[in-house]
């Protein structure tokens, strides 16, 4: 079973966005695929049209009282489960951060699910925490949705520090520029010349598309209902570059 997550500590890049679609290809390569949407704004979830149970009190998940399998909810979309967020679990990272027992919670609650799913896909809230940190350490590869800015490549930076001196390793950090703006100077100069401390990025980029938008109309992911756009097809090459991540 391989995991990744989408991780910035930034707000609004693109993380949930492009877990959805990125799960949604899995999906339709026939790989058994769960999203987990561990942000208590729960977007992923919406996007996909699914609302947590209303017994996913993460206080019972995690006290084992709850089998994390309850959470899980098919979509629409065959191969592709989720196990959608709502607001109770705002308390999920409080609830990590004092439990005594240094085993990876969130690990451990993954664990079950190797003999159903080939790929679990994380989508992380916008945060350094409890959480994330254990994200960090379970996924096998992190990938960060950044705008070609100077202030989205300085959170790169913070968040590539806070690897180095929690010793894990950078080369699961694998950044991808989203957003881009082919009409700005400072886009194209970015992935022209991408900066040295990018060099674990993915080559794909993802445009600016307002068509991006319109999935919150249509509650799905780009590819059912816009395959043809260019940005649909940027996520399909995108979604290429990440599966070759897992031999
Ligand atoms: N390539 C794109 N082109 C245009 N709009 C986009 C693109 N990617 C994302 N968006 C839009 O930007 C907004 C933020 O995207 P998204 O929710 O995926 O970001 P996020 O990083 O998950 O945000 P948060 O940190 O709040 O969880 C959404 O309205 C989304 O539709
Ligand atoms: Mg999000």
Known sequence: MN??????????????????NIAWHAAQDG?????WDLDPQGAASWLLHRKAK????????????????????ATDYPN?????????????????SDITDKQNAVDKLLAPFSERYALIILDCPPSFSTLSEQIFDT????????IPTHLSLRTFEQTRDFFKQHKLK?????PFFNMVDRRRSLHRVMISHPPKMLK???QSTIPYAAVVERMGDFQAPLGSFAENTPVAQAYA???????????
């Open 31 to 35: 790989i058994p695929t769960l999203l």
């Open 237 to 247: 090459n995108l979604w290429q570059e990440i599966k070759a991540d897992f031999p």
């Open 3 to 20: 995991k990744l997550a989408f991780f910035n500590l930034k707000g609004g890049v693109g993380k949930t966005t492009s877990a959805v």
């Open 200 to 202: 674990n990025g993915l």
């Open 139 to 146: 996924a096998d590869v992190l990938y960060m949705p950044l």
């Open 54 to 73: 209303s017994k996913s009190e993460p206080k019972k998940v995690l006290a084992g009282k709850t089998a994390i399998g309850e959470l899980v909810k």
């Open 170 to 174: 950078p080369k699961r950090l694998r």
């Open 80 to 96: 592709l489960d989720i196990i959608p967020a709502d607001f109770s679990f705002r308390e999920f990272d409080v609830l990590l």
